[in-house]
């Protein structure tokens, strides 16, 4: 079986420009939706809180659940149903970080007199302030040095020049740890550093780096801006997702740019923009397989994996979509730039 | 004839092993019985991470030693106006002038550790203000910690945990992990509890109301004792007027036991002191007879009965209305001794056992489905070549399990996401190898050179494609904590076994149908 006939010739690179819209387009959503939301939707793991999830023997309403809160002084709490339907079960979110040893109790004889039916406390999630921020300083730096070792390696290997992104490297951590000692806020500090990474590529001419970098940024501010346009949380376990999506993205990028290498050496004589095509429409039904099998288990993960799973496999879906459209996109598209760079 | 080479060796002796590490799981009786760790969001249990109010440490020391300069000055008959910890770890001493002599002998003396801030002379008086130098804080406040973790440690051994997880992190917290444990408020009570006990005498000659009101004499405190009323169930609050200073302290304890009142068949602990305390504690009743002596910890009173007599032998007994789970945890930690500093949890989350088993049964689902939906896939789109694919894909989930299990790693609900994942992205490996050797055979190559330059061609493209994964997978290990390091662990097993299922394994296969037997048509 095929799905994609040898020798088919698909020209991306002519529809780059409409490409290039759409992503901006995408990119623009994004970040008015987060703007409007006022930045990302932090969960607990970040911004500190409680998550209490209750299953109840028979129905009852968020009504029921919001007044026996309200009789322990929790009003302030938001209840919304989780998982399946007919489960009877729900989440609690309090911004009350204080759990003492009755806490379960109160909250459960609480809810019990209020829906007059059994609850079973099945989860209790509290995160006090100070390690949330921790938990997100964390996240952020981890976003940042996964970032930086794979343009390490991307420069290295393709472009061999270990020495040069190994100093500028070097030299992007020196200049972020000499930063947190001034106490700058830290998603400042990590974009200032990409953007002078970025910068920092375009001088030395780290052209593959650069489009890696370029494909990664866009696939994450993408997912990023999907998760605000759906008003989902951002917690421990999307950041993981988020980690993955980049190794996963970045493995379809280097699979495109192999080829284009490959290639290079093979028709020396063939403009830039005829190889990247012929490399992309020769990788196209592997890209198509891989995503293929990867989204299929991803989506068996998204309906069958269960509430506390869900938002996961909903990022790692996104990202996988996003992920292979920028490889085909964005990635290549980028080494056309230097072309027309070098023209001028 | 050469039948084994040192590639199927390897092999043989990689699948043996992984075997052999998966069957524990199956059944915990098998060597090397290494099961594979289920994270508490899978197993159910508890997460804790507690902050040492090392501060308090240093403020109690300070307490402590601003009591001894006090008993010094009196032993030595210096008048002093005024000894008091102020600002929470500095100690301000008024003394007359003309007693400053003597005063700067006995810090010389006895007290080396005090750091001088401020001398200020005062009409006749002089304000005299120390501190504990920075070494000596960082000291105690490092030893709270030490201390606090080996206490609660202790706790935990003695509450009966099947493998608890204790740990430090960073300078003063500690992080608890607790599998499988149901009653997370009596975990919790255990943990948090500083268990100061006291012993302190009632402060007879003044009236409780009147010091209710605000007017609490000076050397007096008011604490209570918490009652619930069996009937409504009500907390019902009795206020005591306690002397400040403590007479005994839960210091001196060797021993702690729940035992069973005759009369009234309830539960009580039962404390034994040391020969020091015993001492103490014979002289304390031996000179308040017919006095109340209040029974104190943490600050709330547990009972204050009156002394009969003088009491020797060194034991006494704490009542109160506890129910037997109530006496034993108590004596757990009254046996395990207090905590240098209180603590408080700043993160917690506990997972019922039943969501416990839940999300197992609805990860293991999807596993399945997905799994099936990709093998059957493959097979479908390379035929014979994709059921090579999918006995390496078969493999690979085996050597992850083999690897969580010899490595001791934690599989958590995000592990088994990595472990669904990686199924999906294992099988691109050999769509790379296959790609290409469609490709060569396009170009009308025998299948064995086809093989041969499909396997080369794809090698260091896969290389490089694994890698990068690797390293977004390893910072996750570094920086992730409890369910989030199980993804990264599960992702980086993942991406090494696919790399040798799909580079080394599906080879040798092509390998025995090509050579061995020597197929001449390949189905792919």
Redesign the interface.
């Known amino acids: ?1 095929q ?1 994609i006939k ?1 020798g088919i010739h698909i020209n991306f690179i002519e529809k780059r420009k409409i490409a290039f819209t759409f992503s901006m387009l995408m990119i623009l959503a994004g970040i008015v939706s987060l703007i409007i939301h006022q930045g990302p939707k932090y969960g607990i793991d970040f911004a500190g809180g409680t998550v209490i ?1 209750i ?1 109840l023997s028979t129905a009852a309403t968020i009504g029921d659940i919001k007044s026996g809160l309200k009789s322990i002084g929790l009003e302030k709490s938001s209840v919304q149903s989780f998982g399946e339907r007919n489960t009877n079960e729900f989440l609690i979110h309090t911004d009350i ?1 204080d ?1 003492d ?2 806490y ?2 109160t909250l459960q004889q609480a809810l019990k007199s209020s829906t007059g039916t059994d609850v ?9 302030p ?2 949330g921020k921790d ?1 997100q300083e ?2 952020l ?2 976003m940042f ?2 970032l930086l ?2 343009t390490i ?2 420069s290295g ?1 393709f472009e061999l020049k270990w020495m040069l992104s190994g100093i500028m490297a070097a030299a992007l951590m020196a200049a972020v740890y000499f930063f947190t000692l001034f106490k700058v806020s830290i998603p400042f500090l990590i974009g200032t550093a990409l953007i002078l990474s970025l910068v920092l590529f375009w001088f030395l001419e780290l052209k593959y780096a650069m489009g890696a970098i370029v494909a990664l940024i866009h696939d994450i501010i993408i997912t990023v801006g999907i998760f605000s346009i759906f008003d989902k949380e951002f917690s ?2 999307i ?2 997702a988020l ?2 999506i ?3 993205s ?2 379809d990028t ?2 495109v740019f ?2 284009i290498r490959e290639n290079m050496r093979k028709h020396n004589k063939l403009p830039l923009d005829t190889i990247i095509n012929k490399s992309i429409n ?2 196209l ?2 890209t198509l ?2 995503s ?10 998204f ?4 509430g ?2 869900h938002d ?2 909903f990022a ?1 879906l996104v990202g996988v979509v996003i992920g292979t459209y920028s490889s085909i996109y964005v990635a290549s598209p980028i080494l056309l730039a230097w072309q027309n760079k070098e023209k001028k | 004839m050469k039948t084994l080479s040192w590639k199927h060796i390897i092999v043989l002796l990689i699948t043996v092993a992984a075997v052999i590490h998966i069957m524990p799981t199956v059944n915990p009786a098998l060597w090397p019985h290494k099961k594979i760790n289920l994270g508490l969001d899978l197993q159910g249990g508890m997460h804790l991470a507690l902050e040492v109010d090392t501060e308090k440490a240093v403020e109690s020391t300070v307490e402590r030693i601003s009591q001894e300069l006090r008993n010094s000055l009196k032993k030595e008959h210096i008048r002093y106006t005024g000894i008091d910890r102020v600002d929470g770890n500095k100690i301000s001493v008024q003394i007359p002038e003309d007693s400053k002599q003597s005063f700067d002998q006995i810090l010389g003396k006895e007290f080396k550790q005090l750091r001088l801030i401020s001398t200020v002379p005062d009409s006749g008086q002089i304000h005299i203000t120390m501190d504990l130098p920075d070494r000596e804080t960082i000291q105690i406040k490092k030893l709270a910690a030490d201390q606090a973790l080996e206490t609660i440690r202790n706790r935990i051994d003695q509450f009966g945990v099947n493998e608890p997880d204790i740990r430090r992190q960073g300078e003063n917290r500690i992080l608890i992990q607790l599998p499988g444990v149901k009653e997370t408020k009596r975990a919790k009570d255990i943990i948090g509890k500083t268990a100061i006990l006291e012993f302190k005498l009632l402060d007879d000659t003044h009236d409780v109301n009147a010091a209710l009101k605000g007017n609490v004499p000076p050397g007096s405190q008011i604490l209570y004792e918490i009652k619930v009323d069996p009937a409504t169930s009500r907390e019902i609050k009795v206020p005591y007027l306690l002397k400040k200073g403590t007479l005994l302290t839960g210091a001196y304890l060797t021993d702690a036991r729940v035992q069973i009142d005759s009369q009234y068949n309830e539960p009580y602990v039962s404390i034994d002191f040391d020969k020091k305390g015993a001492r103490l504690f014979e002289r304390i009743t031996e000179e308040n007879v017919k006095k109340r002596l209040a029974i104190v910890l943490d600050n709330k009173v547990y009972s204050a009965p009156v002394i009969q007599e003088k009491i020797s032998g060194g034991s006494a007994r704490i009542t109160g209305n506890f129910s037997p789970e109530e006496a034993h945890d108590l004596a757990i930690v009254l046996r395990a001794g207090a905590l240098p500093a209180p603590v408080q949890v700043i993160e917690e989350r506990t997972v019922g056992p039943s969501l416990g088993a839940d999300s197992i049964r609805k990860g293991l689902m999807s596993m399945i489905v997905g799994g099936i939906l990709v093998v059957a896939f493959m097979v479908l789109y390379y035929r014979l070549s994709g059921l090579i694919a999918d006995v390496a894909l078969f493999m690979n989930i085996i050597l992850i399990a083999a690897g969580l299990a010899a490595f001791q790693a934690t599989l958590t609900l995000p592990g088994i996401a990595g472990i669904i994942l990686t199924i999906g992205m294992a099988v691109d490996a050999n769509v790379l190898i296959f790609e290409r050797i469609r490709e060569e055979m396009a170009v009308g190559r025998s299948p064995r050179a086809a093989v041969d330059t499909g396997y080369q061609r794809a090698t260091l493209t896969i290389l490089d494609a694994n890698v990068t994964t690797l390293i977004a997978a390893l910072v996750l290990f570094q920086f992730g904590t409890g369910p989030v390091k199980g993804f990264a662990v599960t992702l980086s097993l993942g991406v090494i076994s696919s790399l040798f299922t799909s580079l080394i394994v599906t080879r040798m296969i092509f390998d025995y149908l090509l050579l061995k037997r020597k197929t001449r048509t390949l189905s792919i």
């Open positions: 079986m799905l040898p999830q299953k970080t759990t040893e009755n379960s109790d079973e406390i099945r989860r209790i999630e509290m995160v006090g100070q390690v938990l964390k996240a730096f981890a040095y996964a070792f794979i390696y991307i290997r421990l376990p950041i993981a980690l993955t980049i190794g996963y970045l493995n280097i699979i192999d080829r020769e990788t039904s592997r397989l891989t293929g099998t990867t989204i299929i288990v991803v989506l068996a993960l309906v069958l994996g269960g506390i799973i996961f496999a790692m």
